[in-house]
């Protein structure tokens, strides 16, 4: 559908001029990613170009979305903000609430009447302010701005880390946490550190059984979950070209799962059509008008290395499939070689389930290709062995593919088709099974695929490919099963092979749907009012995080000190707590529960320091806080990887922790704690983390003379009277010391609105 085509001429309209004063500034050609950061700042031009990877700098995005699992949180701090309207155009999509168990309707109808509340909330926040509103059922978020408000040459943040979807579309989208959204939807800059370049010259063609998720399954290979921190990957290259947009959204969408800030690609003729294919011939034409500045300057692309901070080149004639996995995206091997590793590590040969759908691969082409497989499996005379579960992304691509009879190519293989939602991708996902202590296998065309994340069994060795790779071993039932290669036995006995996957990049009869489940916001919401129950468990209006009062923070005990991977699903679940999204206290009961104790290697459970008894981590916070003393978290390598949940920052705030010490935070993450008033710290001497110890009492100083660039220092109390000291680095500029100092950015925003 074509909205707000205003506010893309408007874009369009000073694109190509405030590209030339860049392309002055800068004084080289640029890159695609610095023509859309450049056309879209806050401020004037500054005197000299942004360092990259070193300054803040001020953003004006074009529109915000947000999903339903943070725009709770996300609204409920915009409603204190005292507007109106949203500055910005702004939609919320009910995607995460809906869980998958038996089918689309059922499941779909639980899903109302179970979540009534927060869709009720989220409908009348929406029609107050001006917000659109996409119904459960419409579909998975970055499916939804893909299809209708994604556009090349704009900027959108979108409270969910996969936001960066949109870059398929030529968009530089970036996933933030609901804090940053109420900021741009209050009619504030937006920060961002101007980002490093990572470019990626895609050259050749994909063929056979490769896919675009196979280029970003081997990038997570190459780059692994950390090595885009602070980055935006620039694909280029006649390789890029001949990927259709939804293959790039794939490749972007995935792009969180390196770390990386965005992912984007120039405009071009698979763009192009795709605009036209989804309604919006206006503004592929708009962007036919000005295709050079959609796209990066001629002698970047044939002298990428003067211009990217670091460049890798994939010859797509050559790529492989790949299976990620298990427990984390960057585990990446080439088909050719999984078998081996299945059997060498001792994974779970049996597979259980295949998985595919999900906001990264639910695109026509990937269903048709897919469905291609479960075609042929039917012809001859092939079942899936395993359970196969489809979650298709929107209802424009479910509608439109039912139509199409591909959906009934998966049903006929004993495919179940769930609610257009996120469903399992988020926990969301009443899984059949007789015993959750065996250790087994599932493959999902998703993105995640870290511990518990699908079913919440530590048990479930999750892996990741594309929806075609998926369907065929979904119907080996067999993880040493090489789709390229091996014949399946059917049920006559006969072995068969399955041929190359065919697919069809956009529906020869065109997109369709009868209901895509969008609601526009009235002209004048004023008169609505909100109104959250206050013994609601599922909501709960904030209340201001206390100031900072001043001194140093001295003798705080070490909370947990969590050991190796901790992302945002270790600190604050998803799953089951996805229905206390709405209400900080009730969720912060999952605070860290996923965390693994450094010094008993078990997760929720850690020493209360007051009693010396063991106890679950939310329960040792609260007791901390009804003490009224504060905490201390410690954290490894790249602390809250994934999502961009606020919650994993909101909760350590709410249960009294004050810092959180790490060797290295992920982006979002990072600005999440600074946001929420915390202390966001990082060893300067990595090894230091040896020295804490579990009954530790620790000081932060230096508070005082925080400053820009300055380490505070930490002391910790050893229990035995000894002591070690040591420097920790942080990256708060003067605003975000502001938000320190005011207990948190909205009471800075509140203290100005008096
Ligand atoms: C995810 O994929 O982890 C989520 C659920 O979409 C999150 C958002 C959330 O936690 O609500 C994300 O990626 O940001
Ligand atoms: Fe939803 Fe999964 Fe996409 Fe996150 S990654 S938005 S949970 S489908």
């Known amino acids: ?182 900021d741009v939807m209050a009619g504030m800059a937006w920060e961002l550190k101007m980002p490093k370049l ?124 790949y299976v990620n996995g298990p427990f984390t995206p960057d585990a990446a091997f080439p088909i050719s070689e999984f078998v081996k590793v299945v059997k060498e590590k001792g994974y779970p040969q049996k597979l259980e389930v295949g998985l595919i759908g999900s906001c990264t691969n639910s695109s026509y082409e990937d269903i048709t290709r897919a469905a291609s497989i479960a075609r042929q499996a039917t012809a001859k005379n092939l079942k899936a062995k395993a359970e196969f579960v489809i979650t298709p992304g929107s209802e424009l691509i479910r509608y439109t593919t039912e139509r199409d009879g591909l959906l009934a190519d998966f049903e006929n293989i004993g495919g179940v088709v769930m609610a257009n939602a996120c469903g399992p991708c988020i926990g969301q996902w009443k899984r059949h099974t007789d015993d959750p202590e065996r250790k087994n296998s599932i493959i999902t065309s998703f993105n995640r695929n870290f511990a518990k994340r699908n079913d919440g069994n530590p048990n479930t060795h999750s892996f990741v490919a594309s929806p075609e790779i998926v369907t065929a071993y979904a119907i080996s039932g067999d993880l040493c099963f090489n789709p390229l290669t091996d014949f399946h036995v059917n049920e006559a006995g006969e072995k068969v092979k399955l041929d190359e996957p065919q697919g069809i990049e956009l529906p020869v009869a065109g997109f369709d749907v009868k209901d895509p489940g969008f609601l526009a916001p009235p002209a004048d919401g004023s008169a609505i009012n909100i109104v959250v129950k206050p013994d609601s468990e599922r909501l709960q209006l904030l209340e201001p995080f206390e100031a900072w009062k001043g001194t140093d923070l001295l003798a705080l005990p070490l909370l947990i000190k969590a050991k190796g991977k901790c992302t945002t699903d270790h600190i604050s679940m998803a799953g089951p707590w996805l229905r206390f999204r709405g209400h900080l206290d009730n969720i912060s009961n999952n605070m860290l529960i996923g965390a693994l104790n450094f010094f008993n290697e078990k997760t929720n459970l850690i020493k209360n ?95 005082t003379s925080f400053k820009p660039g300055k380490p505070l220092v930490i002391v910790l109390h050893h229990s035995d009277g000894t002591q070690d000291q040591f420097p920790v680095n942080h990256s708060y500029n003067e605003m975000q010391i502001e938000w320190f100092k005011a207990g948190g950015a909205l009471n800075l925003l509140r203290n100005n609105l008096k």
């Open 198 to 321: 990572i470019g990626i010259k895609l050259t050749g063609r994909m063929n056979g059984w490769t896919s675009a998720k196979d280029v970003i399954l081997k990038v997570a290979g190459i780059l692994t979950v950390k090595g885009g921190t602070g980055c935006i990957v620039e694909y280029f290259g006649d390789g890029a070209d001949s990927i259709s947009a939804t293959g790039k959204g794939t490749i972007c969408n995935m792009g969180a799962e390196i770390g990386a800030t965005t992912s984007v690609f120039g405009y071009d003729a698979k763009m192009s059509d795709y605009l036209k294919a989804t309604g919006r011939e206006e503004i592929a034409t708009l962007a036919d008008g000005i295709m050079a500045d959609l796209r990066a300057d001629a002698d970047v692309y044939t002298s990428p290395e003067k211009y990217f901070d670091q460049l890798i080149e994939i010859d797509l004639n050559t790529l492989e499939p």
């Open 1 to 182: 559908m074509l909205f707000d085509i205003e506010l893309v001429r408007k874009v369009y309209s000073t694109l190509p001029s405030k590209i030339e004063k860049a392309r002055k500034l800068v004084n080289r050609p640029l890159t695609l990613s610095e023509k859309i950061l450049y056309s879209h700042l806050w401020d004037l031009l500054p005197a000299k170009p942004f360092g990259r990877g070193e300054e803040y700098v001020n953003f004006g995005p074009d529109r915000v979305a947000m999903q339903d699992a943070t725009a709770q949180m996300a609204l409920l701090q915009f409603m204190t903000a005292g507007r109106n309207r949203t500055a910005v155009p702004s939609t919320v999509h009910c995607d995460h609430l809906i869980q998958a168990s038996v089918g689309a309707n059922a499941d779909l109808s639980l899903a109302l009447s179970q979540n009534k509340e927060v869709y009720d909330f989220l409908e009348s926040v929406s029609a107050k302010y001006g917000i659109g509103f996409w119904k459960p059922g419409a579909g998975i978020i970055h499916q939804v701005i893909l299809e209708n408000y994604a556009f090349p040459g704009g900027m959108i943040i979108g409270t969910d880390s996969h936001t960066v979807n949109a870059g398929g579309l030529g968009m530089i989208a970036i996933g933030v946490g609901g804090a940053d959204a109420m």
């Open 609 to 703: 320091q007051i009693d010396g008894d063991y106890d679950t981590v939310p329960a040792t916070a609260r007791a901390y806080k009804a003490a009224g003393i504060g905490s201390i978290v410690v954290g490894d390598e790249n602390y809250g990887e994934g999502s961009s949940r606020e919650h994993a920052a909101m909760e350590p705030r709410h249960l009294g922790v004050r810092a959180i010490l790490v060797k290295s935070f992920a982006r979002i993450h990072e600005t999440n704690l600074k946001k929420q008033g915390m202390l966001a710290l990082t060893f300067a001497d990595k090894a230091d983390y040896e020295l804490i110890r579990e009954d530790d009492k620790i000081d932060i100083t230096g508070l």
